[in-house]
């Protein structure tokens, strides 16, 4: 079992920066695939960023590519979402995402484990 709990999120004016974080408890962090998804008012929810367990390997969204980082650090059982140049269309509410599997998913129906979500609204 994985709990996971999302937290940095909140006001920024558009080309600012947010760093969210998301940290797991549970034995097989280390041993899971994480991602970051997104979902805004009315819209369904849609994958941002996705890790393998050890981090050698990331994918992003076409639309964050270039401005979102996603990384981990198994020892704190954390993954982060660094979010650059941030536009009014990044507003939602963030969620991350474990898979107990090597390699992240872009879909939902993916993983395993979901945070609650931390909200990011970006003014412009």
């Known amino acids: 079992q994985v709990q996971l709990q999302e937290s940095g999120g909140g006001l920024v004016q558009a080309g600012g920066s947010l760093r969210l974080s998301c940290a797991a408890s549970g034995r097989t962090f280390s041993n899971s695939a994480m991602g970051w998804f997104r979902q805004a008012p009315g819209k369904e929810r849609e994958f941002v960023a996705g890790?393998?367990?050890?981090?050698?390997?990331?994918e992003y969204t076409d639309s964050v590519k270039g401005r979102f980082t996603i990384s981990r650090d198994n020892a704190k059982k954390t993954v982060y979402l660094q979010m650059n140049s941030l536009k009014p269309e990044d507003t939602a509410v963030y969620y991350c995402a474990a898979a107990t599997r090597y390699y992240s998913s872009t879909t939902p129906s993916g993983y395993d484990y979901w945070g609650q979500g931390t909200p990011v609204t970006v003014s412009s």
């Open positions: 890790i393998t367990w050890t981090g050698a390997n990331t």
